[in-house]
């Protein structure tokens, strides 16, 4: 199993719709994890973090983790056509040293108007 | 704040060559990073340094691959000789404790 597993998809969702995008990690990987969006040409950017077991809401994004499954979710309420990128989810290696990150391959996610 | 500066943006170069890529941290960050995208095998760590000191090499390809961050302001990441294969997209990040990525340097070597 890879470390950090995510479908590459494309997602495809309609405005408006939920877009919820998985992460699946091995048990090398520590459970806190990171969501970063990445843009076609442009660099990965940080939006969601979440530590504990449980929901994390920001705005339209739910992080969600479930420790005894070792899977992470990041759901999008009300998705919006320039939600369109590339999420990567990410894990530390180490237990509360969130320094060296692996990164999953990421999921594409469209969404259409 | 400018954000993690590199430098080139883009980079072409023949097989055999020198690639010497730049890299300025935010300022304050004590972490800096070194990684390398590719469609096949997605984003990897190639090294990282916590107060200038590198920490963890293990993800540097092979001896062809070099970093060094002479400064807290300032690292670089340098193949000799370059291969085709390294052509990618290479990033540095740095943190504090959230990890920001700097523009990337795409590579291509012919």
């Known amino acids: 199993q890879k470390e950090v597993e995510q479908n590459s998809g494309p997602l495809s969702v309609p405005e408006g719709a939920i877009a919820s995008l998985n992460c699946t990690y091995s048990?090398?990987?520590?459970?806190?994890f990171f969501w970063y969006r990445q843009y076609s040409g442009k660099s990965p950017e940080l939006i969601m973090s979440?530590?504990?077991?449980g929901d994390k809401e920001d705005g339209r994004f739910t992080a969600q983790l479930n420790k005894a499954s070792q899977y992470v979710s990041l759901l999008i309420r009300d998705s919006q056509p320039s939600d369109s990128a590339t999420y990567l989810c990410?894990?530390?290696?180490?237990?509360?040293?969130?320094?060296?990150?692996?990164f999953g391959t990421g999921t594409r996610l469209q969404v259409f108007p | 704040d400018a954000g993690v500066i590199q430098s080139p943006r883009h980079e072409v170069t023949e097989m055999g060559q020198e690639v010497t890529l730049r890299c300025k941290p935010i300022s304050g960050h004590n972490s800096l990073f070194w990684y390398r995208q590719t469609m096949m095998r997605g984003l990897e760590l190639l090294i990282y340094f916590n107060n200038n000191v590198p920490i963890d090499d293990s993800g540097m390809p092979e001896d062809r691959f070099s970093a060094k961050m002479p400064n807290a302001s300032f690292s670089t990441l340098k193949i000799q000789p370059s291969e085709p294969r390294d052509s990618a997209v290479y990033f540095c990040a740095s943190s504090k404790d959230t990890q920001y990525f700097g523009p990337g340097t795409r590579l291509t070597v012919l």
């Open positions: 979440i530590y504990s077991n």
């Open positions: 990410a894990g530390p290696v180490t237990p509360y040293n969130t320094d060296k990150l692996i």
């Open positions: 048990d090398r990987v520590s459970q806190s």
